[in-house]
């Protein structure tokens, strides 16, 4: 069967799957491998804004108290913080800021979280905590402006919900946490964005009880936010982890449900952001490096942005260190780029998604068609990826009729990863896994990780051209149809390339 | 049958195929998509000289002729000279320089050569043209470097035994011409080197004529040099023309007649530089675009470098002017890339053979075995490309047997350029051949220029690898095989990806 | 006496001076010592729009005349002019276009202008160059947009009223290429904007005649053009001349020319654009080069805007071959860089000119004054430039009472070129006019064009700060004065810098 | 009185000032900003080595234990190392190796030093740590290349004869780690060097206990190391300290300690390197900043190549976090550039010290002069740093005769930093210290931190040229002179520049 395209657009692609990515803790975007990556992920990708954790730690150093004249004060210094976000904008990407964790010199207890200890108990001071917000919020504002600032969302902390992020996880203690917060941002300017509850997966009463919460005491609330994840408990080897994952669709459940649980309250209409989503909450977890997983997750770029404002893919490189240094170049990182930006199977998924158009043509369970202001018809196309170790599927079919428009024949580029193509991994298997390659190595896993490339010309039938595309195992094919203005000249004749069938006149030499 | 590749070298690989290569007129290499491609080619080929015409024609400026006191003068100047030269060592990639052809000012006649007009007439004044050709050498070394210069082969004149390049094709002319220039540069040092007569395919009578007049005048000759091409008369067509082609042995025997020309006589064992060669001479025959080309040179590549100290690819990129501005992004012109830096079939050629070994292992009429210093053991193949229009062969098979010392397997990397693959003519042809490409449609057609590129684990027994490779039409394939050291950590079970096989423990989150 | 300059701006300081830049011709812009210059340029200056001649000549390939069938028909061909546009428009400038001069394959005559021959005679075909015409705008317009084509004036020609650049300088053929050209404009889009009649100065006439044609025609004119120089009969010697000038103010009153002889007419309000002003109109007068130079042009720069819609410097960098290939770095050449650059002091007086605010506070005989949005008050000066080679002046004062605004202080930054800074051809003259500078000497001229900087604090009271400005020979300088935000801490002691005031502890090592 | 410096030279100019420069702790080496840094340190000054601590400290990531079958393994992880390491060697700088601090996995305390807590206990098991070593030389030796490790001095800890550095400065402890140290370093090569003890200021006696212990045990020493540092007791204010500076003479009187404490013995011809030097060993010091810094430490750069084999400046960039995170862009830090770039008056020392030629041609308490192998001849000089807090002398003299050659002028370059020029920190301070300043501001500061540069021809007698330099307050001046060769042309007539003094012919227009 034959699914047959409209030529009519029935809306146009949402961008919430580019509108935020995640990345490692804020300091870790002073290196120059970081910012490599992203100036790649940048220039073929381009996402909206960045989120990380960390902008108050004390490896940023904004919160700086000292001695004078017999008091206790605090210097706010932003030596670090300027220079990440310099250099966001300069990558054409903005922050989405999250105010976290409690500097050393605030907080109440010494609880911490992660390799890089970032301390996880609320402020010993609540004025001071208020104070730390708003003088940092208000350099931002100083230094980028307000109109830029204003496009910024504010999110108060990360995942309170889990003991390991907020002490207790208390929820109590993070309502105070957001009002102060939120309060501090007001103060700067009320056009500032300001949200959370920030919270993982497993707590979805939190949602509620925050919107209660916020309702009740009519505290600023511009937007909600939460995170979606799809795997089990970690079954742990040295430096790394195994996982069950439950289906993909469960991610696009998780997307739909703040705006299901909001249906009806006051802040039924805030944006919802997904603020982080992976399939492995685990930075150790070497499933986040496969073709699997780009099969995995096509199905959730392509529908989530029915389901809430944005997604954001957690993270945009392995440039990491929650569970501390990376041991390996392939470590199951959550980077779409590893380290010296070797390309994984999900950052082509991410690449084709930025090549798609911005009129939505159709949308099927093993695919996507959009068509630009150009004309050119895009298809994204995946295999598909099953979670229960059932054998994966090599040959799966998507056959499309796609409308073209008046050309007579069509130029088609078609990109793929799969199990065989555009997978670095694979090759850094077979090359027997170095944990230190060379120079050489890196060459050929970066050329290893470019998908497979295919052209031909296709000729086009009362408007349309027909696609019978098969797919290899856990394939992910990007399809680009461009309608050809044919200036091929009347001489033309492709016989005569080697000269054997002599025109009129010869020419002596 | 399976050919046994030998585990000894049987000698080194000359370099031969990337001593020089050939380029459009000096002042070409003034402009910057010229030396973004050069710049690309010496990253992934790495030619150690480069040669071209025009050095002293007027559009580089150095004979300058003018009247002070009454008296005629020259200033000779260096201006467009240095900024090229300086480009090239910035680049890496050295002169092979060429006298000519002659400054209007200097002139006897009239008589010009190419779009570009340059003037193939002997000089008025033969002190004038020896002062000319000094004071040049001399800036040379003054500039830099007489270490440097000495290695920069200085060649008289190009193709004087045609007319269209020296006015009547006066052998006597040529003659003296020659003895007044390399006297002129054995003036500023006795080290350089100085050499001719450059001929074009067709005269092989010169040569003999040119080493009796050496010898028996004494005058010094440090290399000979010729031309190399297979094509004949050229059949017009509007912007372009088509040609037959003799097989590509044909370039070897040219490649190999000076030496067995100048056996037993005092010209014995100078070095022979062929400082031309390509299919077809025209820079306007398409055949220079496409897979064939690639398939037709490659025994060349692999076997010239027996026959002659140097093969000079005529010409490197297509900016190039001498039948006129190219008027399509394809337009049959010389070059490895066209404007733009799109690759063309037969550049891969060259990428290849700069990813093969120093050691020669063995070399067939469709393969060439090396291995480099770190073991890594290369393959260049080929499918045969056949000039009678025969049908093309698509799946011509090379089997062999390689060493590969002592690891239990290694890493095949292949890469092809074929009709199929890294053939962006093709994809231009199926795009409608767009005369001015959008910058888009550039971009599509640098990554279909990109060859096909696999990867797969070898087994390796008894030191062995088994290579079955089946090429398609006019493919050209290198397939680089490393020996494997597994660094894979005992507790790796791949079954385990998808947490499927738990292991003993497990962690909540 | 000082002058107080007002706290209000008498208006925006207009940016008529930036809004054009000259160029050698056409297809110069493809090298790479062009773009680097243009680049830097861009960077510090910041032109809006770059015109030179060539577009339709030869070198630029565009009119391509061939038979097929029997027929004589053209192709138009873009190669070289995408390459150059889309360079232009990544490097942040917008063409202003010249049609001209004739492709030979449609020129009537064979009578040329320059070095490089463009030619100038009538086209053989009026139909032939209207679809030239046509078909060379659309194809502009087809590439980069309608909305962008429709800011690129377009301009007929080049100083008709010369016999040098129009065959007989005839008038009644000029108005006729105006008037077909005009049409093939308006054909593809009657947005886009045409213009001429491009005079030189010395025929003013010309530019009523032209009005008066057009008027009486219905002709489109949506801006006239006019030049101005201001040099005597050239005096020549080698690779040069000597011009006098007349006083700088001649340019002004060329500027003014236009409106003047315009007003009352219906083209009284149709923008007046100056499309190539310098002093001398030859590109081998020394006085381009000279500090003499920048103090020349700075009250023309200074109030230029007032006079007309723009003055485009006659050009931007010495990549130019209108006499020839420029014979040494320093020859004389029109361009703000020398090949390779090497700013000239004139390069600086525009580069002071971007960093002028947008509010204009004050303008004088040898000042201007004016302020930007953050509140950073800038003031260009400059000394007297005597054209009749009285002694120059070396101490000429600038008494100025500046706007501060609230501070206590403001931060002084003070950038001057005069005959001892900035100057990097006295520095040439004084290395013994190297005509091929080493590396190193031209590194050592980079750093001898830099101008001279110094920096203070400068008390301000009643919010006013007074400037004392002593202008060295020929000199032109940019102050700048930023209000003081003083954030230096309570604690600190410039007499403690070495140790010698202990505080009261003291710590161990 | 004239110094009359002698043609020819008394020897080379050691290049032990360029041997090695300090730098913050290994993993900052990933940072961008560090990067930036040391490319623009190396591209104008070229350092030969760089060493800093922390090689082997948990932010490297290199010692990762864990658990597997029941038992404790090592995993050697260099994912950080290769990338620090590689960019060091792209940037043409090599490592200095210091073996550092004690992993946390391996420590036998907690005791740590500096924000970044580098533990100093020593290790928990002496067979780990030899393993240690011995898998991180291995390891480079495979990656790099033994010719290239054998020239990377390799240091064995750091002032362990402190206690904040090795934990109670327990002599024997050390000579233990040094032991197995060395060793473990000369089982992977024999050829590779090994030193110590890399001491401090303050315990002369360890020098001589290790070189006896060394001796007594026949352990390896291939170099000893020692540093130097001239201030006294911090005072304390908040984010900085104050100290006085003991006079420059002291840092010299350092260099020459260990080649007198070591005569005599069998370690006598060991080459000594000083691994740090700087006036003060506190990173929050502003003397670093300062002007007088560069004056303070010219004589010793001049001057210490005849005392020890290197001495390596602490450090080329303030990234660095010994006392946290700097909270403002001057803070004195020991860099020589600040964040950003930003070059402080020292930073120019060196700069101006890699402009001097090869032969050294006469060095005095106030100037070194040096001839290079173009004949260029060079003079450094400065002005007296009183240290005692005397009026800084502003119009200090150095008068000298200078040998130029057969040149009739020289072409004089001067480049000067003082308190009025080159000096960014003054501009800073007169700015209002900003501690966060705009893109703008550092702008500015950059160009304010450029030194004032003049240039004029001199004249030369007899061979000589007369050199009357008068110095501002702590300047530091760099003058070169280059021989002239005149090339002005005989028609070259400045009175014409204006064309007042008309030649013979003139030029209508």
């Not at 919020?137 to 902390?157: F, K, Q």
């Not at 994952?245 to 997904?274: C, K």
């Not at 997983?293 to 893919?313: I, Q």
């Amino acid at each position: 069967m034959r699914t047959v395209v409209p030529d009519g657009p029935s809306g146009r692609l949402p961008e919430a799957w580019r509108f935020c990515v995640g990345t490692g803790r804020f300091d870790l975007a002073l290196r120059r491998d970081y910012q490599d990556s992203l100036a790649l992920v940048q220039r073929e990708i381009g996402f909206r804004h960045i989120r990380g954790h960390g902008l108050l730690s004390d490896g940023a150093g904004v919160h700086r108290p000292y001695e004078h004249g017999g008091a206790r004060r605090v210097r706010h210094s932003f030596t670090y913080v300027d220079q990440v976000i310099d250099a966001y904008l300069d990558l054409g990407i903005r922050p989405f800021v999250e105010l976290g964790f409690m500097p050393s010199g605030l907080a109440s207890g010494d609880q911490t979280v992660f390799w890089w200890q970032g301390n996880v108990t609320p402020p010993a001071s609540w004025r001071e905590w208020a104070e730390l917000v708003r003088a940092t919020v208000a350099h931002l504002v100083d230094r980028y402006g307000l109109d830029e600032v204003r496009t910024w969302p504010i999110e108060v902390w990360n995942e309170p919900n889990l003991k390991d992020f907020w002490q207790d996880a208390d929820r109590d203690a993070y309502h105070r946490l957001y009002e102060v917060s939120a309060y501090a941002v007001k103060e700067v300017d009320a056009g500032l964005q300001v949200g959370g509850p920030a919270i993982s997966p497993g707590s979805d009463e939190w949602m509620v009880r925050f919107a209660e919460f916020a309702v009740e005491r009519g505290v600023p609330v511009d937007f909600v936010s939460r995170h979606a994840y799809t795997s089990g408990p970690a079954q742990h080897v040295p430096f790394g982890v195994h996982q069950t994952l439950a289906p993909a669709s469960g991610l696009l459940e998780q997307f739909a449900t703040p705006r299901r649980q909001l249906a009806g309250t006051p802040l039924a209409d805030v944006p919802v952001h997904i603020t982080e989503f992976n399939s492995s909450y685990r930075p150790d977890n070497p499933i986040h490096d496969t073709a699997f997983h780009a099969a995995y997750l096509a199905p959730v770029l392509a529908a989530g942005g029915e389901l809430a404002d944005s997604f954001s893919y957690w993270t945009f490189c392995d440039v990491f260190e929650e569970v501390g240094i990376p041991a390996a170049p392939f470590h199951g990182g959550f980077g779409l780029l590893t380290h010296r930006q070797i390309k994984k199977p999900t950052y082509h998924l991410y690449a084709f998604m930025a090549r798609m158009g911005e009129d939505l043509l159709a949308r099927g369970e093993d695919h996507l068609v959009t068509r630009d202001a150009a004309g050119r018809v895009t298809v994204l196309a995946w295999a598909p990826a099953d979670v229960t170790g059932g054998p994966a599927v090599d040959g799966h079919t998507v056959r499309l009729s796609v409308p073209i428009g008046n050309a007579s024949s069509a130029f088609e580029l078609r990109s793929s990863v799969s199990e065989e193509h555009g997978n670095a991994w694979a090759a850094w298997c077979e090359m027997g896994r170095p944990l230190s390659p060379r120079s050489g190595q890196l060459d050929v896993l970066r050329e290893a990780a470019e998908p497979a490339r295919t052209h031909r010309g296709v000729p086009v039938f009362g408007g349309r051209a027909d696609l019978d595309l098969t797919l290899g195992r856990h394939e992910v094919t990007l399809v680009e149809l461009t309608p050809v203005v044919d200036e091929t000249p009347p001489w033309w004749d492709e016989r005569r390339l080697l000269g054997l069938e002599p025109g009129p006149g010869g020419e002596g030499r």
